[in-house]
């Protein structure tokens, strides 16, 4: 029901823009969010947006530089990602919460099969 994709491999200082894309039912009232996994760690929230796209949520490690937002007609959320770093590289998964607002993972109901992101130095 959510399929992210626009992974890849890009250089240290890229950018990459990431898609998420619902079918089968709309998400036009759940808060969104992405998040990524690296080799070993856990997963970890990356950025969130709210039902309208009014208000957006970005985790520390990527303000300044990532960018989430939603077209609910086109029932699409996108990450924009821009001057990568190698600590980016992980694999980005996109989900729908039916919560107002979250950052923990087990608050999120629906979850995309993820895209793999590789920066390089």
């Known amino acids: 029901q959510l399929q992210a994709f626009g992974g890849g491999l890009v250089q240290v200082g890229g950018s990459l823009r990431l898609s998420c894309a619902a079918s089968?039912?709309?998400?036009?009232?759940?808060?969104m969010g992405w998040f990524r996994q690296a080799p070993g760690k856990e997963r970890e929230f990356v950025a969130g947006?709210?039902?309208?796209?009014?208000?957006?949520y970005l985790a520390d490690s990527v303000k300044g530089r990532f960018t989430i937002s939603r077209d609910n007609a086109k029932n699409t959320v996108w990450l924009q990602m821009n001057s990568l770093k190698p600590e980016d590289t992980a694999i980005y998964y996109c989900?729908?919460?039916?919560?107002?607002?979250?950052?923990?993972?087990?608050?999120?109901?629906?979850w995309g099969q993820g895209t793999k992101v590789t920066v390089s130095s």
């Open positions: 989900a729908a919460s039916e919560r107002y607002y979250s950052r923990s993972r087990t608050d999120y109901v629906y």
């Open positions: 089968g039912r709309t998400f036009s009232s759940h808060f």
């Open positions: 947006v709210s039902w309208g796209g009014v208000s957006t």
